[in-house]
């Protein structure tokens, strides 16, 4: 098939083999608009740290799965299965002892509200795995969120300031890079913030990661 250039704001320009351009775009589109600027961010880093300067069908499909949360993989899989070059869309269909292959009926608009529905309805769910399952580069280094210490971290900045949060920022990422490895646990975002945080505000900060410990 053809292949696309296209320049993605993580790389200097990667080349899209086959059908993963249209895997991509397919991917935002049936992304609800709210967190697709999230899912492009988290595509495109996915992009940039697993492929060089190409990007086949088989790249997208380790692409998804490092992005998505189990409990919506098997949607985003079932939009790339869609776009597979050669891919045949069949049902299989069992009655009794016997299994017949038939032609799927699903249309892209069914998938789509579908999809929808079920990213509308398990949105906090959404929220909090991707949470619990997200690397993210931190001081140039790669870490990985466990648990929901990333919510935490996330949650600290919101609660302070605009005009302070990138200082808050860069003292949290200072500590993470000093203190931790590759994995980042809640028990060391508790370390980081008695490292991070004034004194004044610590009893604040801690409140907040309280909030979101999980049980």
Not at 95 to 101: D, K, L, R, Y
């Amino acid at each position: 098939g053809a292949s696309t250039t296209t320049v993605l704001s993580t790389s200097e320009g990667v080349c899209f083999e086959q059908n993963s351009k249209l895997m991509y775009d397919n991917m935002l589109e049936e992304t609800p608009w709210f967190i697709r600027k999230m899912v492009q961010k988290n595509m495109n880093n996915a992009i940039a740290d697993l492929c060089e300067e190409i990007v086949t069908e088989n790249d997208m499909y380790e692409v998804v799965k490092q992005i998505t949360p189990k409990a919506n993989l098997q949607d985003s899989l079932d939009v790339l299965d869609k776009h597979k070059t050669h891919a045949v869309k069949e049902l299989v269909v069992s009655n009794g002892a016997s299994t017949t292959t038939v032609p799927s009926t699903s249309t892209d608009n069914d998938t789509y509200e579908v999809f929808l529905q079920n990213s509308i309805d398990d949105l906090e769910q959404f929220e909090e795995e991707l949470h619990r399952t997200s690397s993210f580069m931190v001081s140039g280094k790669e870490v990985r969120f466990e648990q929901n210490s990333k919510l935490m971290y996330d949650k600290i900045l919101e609660g302070h300031p605009v005009f302070v949060r990138k200082v808050v920022k860069n003292n949290l990422d200072k500590a993470i890079s000093e203190m931790c490895g590759e994995v980042m646990t809640e028990n060391d975002m508790y370390e980081v913030i008695n490292v991070a945080s004034p004194k004044p505000l610590l009893k604040f900060n801690r409140i907040i990661l309280d909030e979101h410990k999980t049980s």
